[in-house]
């Protein structure tokens, strides 16, 4: 009877951490690079190939599915049915350095001209627009008569003429005035297709200011009547007496013809420059300007239909 040979088990040899990794990046007798062979790992690429092409695919299809509902120049949802709603408010400009956000003080000194660069280069920033130049679409805008709308599918011009002084570039926008107060530019917030419902005789509410009331019965039948008008006054009486006389450029609110907003290719906001002739100096004026129109109304909370700022001017 033949002797049973034994086997034992051989322990592998014990490796060094370098000869370890070394081995685990390219093993010469098993073929393997990081622990797989050439097959495994063209199968495993091949799997996941397919899988993010089918992902790929799958968004890709939702995504033209989802444009489909849209248009790319019309909002899906407008007005009431929208997040903005139908009633607008108002902005102005300039605004103050993004180091304080939330402020919305204008402060500066007169006789300072590196305080007073500031304001007025971010006016002109804001305005560059308004120079037809700018604007990536000159060719559709065209010369507007007050009250007659433009050609459809072009948009009125906002011309910042000399009718504008002393609220233009050349003049500093008034901030290194010695005595004079600055000018401010409101602007009426877009909606797509909101059309103003203008007001007559018989429809004045009582809060408005007589001033303003008696200047749009002055103008009963006129096309300068079809205005969204624009009043700026004191929030306090503090306020009131030291805010002074104030001017518009080019006229108190906003002319009819830009209106509706439809995303017209060159369309540029109406403006109104609000003037401070003479404020109070050295005193913090806290002002609200309001929008006027039958269909805006007006909550302070909120800031619907107008805005709130401040002015100090040293």
């Not at 051989?10 to 060094?16: C, D, S, Y």
């Not at 004191?234 to 009819?256: H, T």
């Amino acid at each position: 009877m033949s002797e049973k040979k034994s086997e034992y088990y051989t322990r592998p040899p014990k490796l060094g951490k370098w000869e370890s990794f070394s081995t685990f990046l390219w093993n010469s007798e098993t073929s393997q690079f990081l622990g797989r062979t050439g097959s495994s790992w063209a199968k495993i690429l091949l799997f996941y190939a397919i899988f993010y092409a089918a992902l790929i695919g799958f968004f890709a299809a939702m995504l033209t599915v989802f444009y489909q509902t849209l248009d790319a120049k019309k909002p899906k949802w407008l007005l009431d049915e929208s997040l903005i709603g139908s009633n607008p408010g108002l902005g102005f400009r300039p605004m103050p350095p993004d180091s304080n956000v939330e402020s919305t003080l204008i402060w500066y000194k007169s006789n300072d001209k590196g305080n007073v660069l500031y304001w007025q280069e971010e006016l002109s920033r804001f305005l560059e627009l308004y120079n037809k130049d700018n604007n990536p679409h000159p060719g559709n805008i065209e010369d507007c008569q007050q009250g007659v709308k433009p050609t459809p599918g072009k948009v009125c011009d906002v011309k910042l003429d000399n009718k504008w002084q002393p609220c233009l570039a050349k003049d500093g926008y008034n901030y290194n005035s010695s005595s004079g107060g600055p000018c401010i530019f409101l602007k009426l917030n877009k909606i797509y297709g909101w059309h103003p419902e203008f007001f007559n005789n018989t429809n004045l509410p009582n809060n408005m200011p007589n001033h303003l009331q008696d200047k749009i019965k002055s103008l009963e039948g006129t096309p300068e009547n079809k205005m969204v008008w624009v009043t700026c006054e004191g929030e306090n009486p503090a306020d009131i007496e030291n805010i002074g006389a104030i001017q518009f450029f080019p006229a108190p609110g906003f002319a009819g013809q830009y209106f509706p907003f439809q995303n017209q290719d060159g369309y540029i906001s109406p403006l109104v420059a609000v003037y401070f002739e003479k404020p109070a100096r050295g005193v913090l004026i806290n002002i609200e300007c309001k929008a006027w129109a039958l269909n805006i109304h007006h909550d302070r909370v909120d800031r619907r239909g107008s805005v709130h700022f401040e002015l100090m001017v040293d």
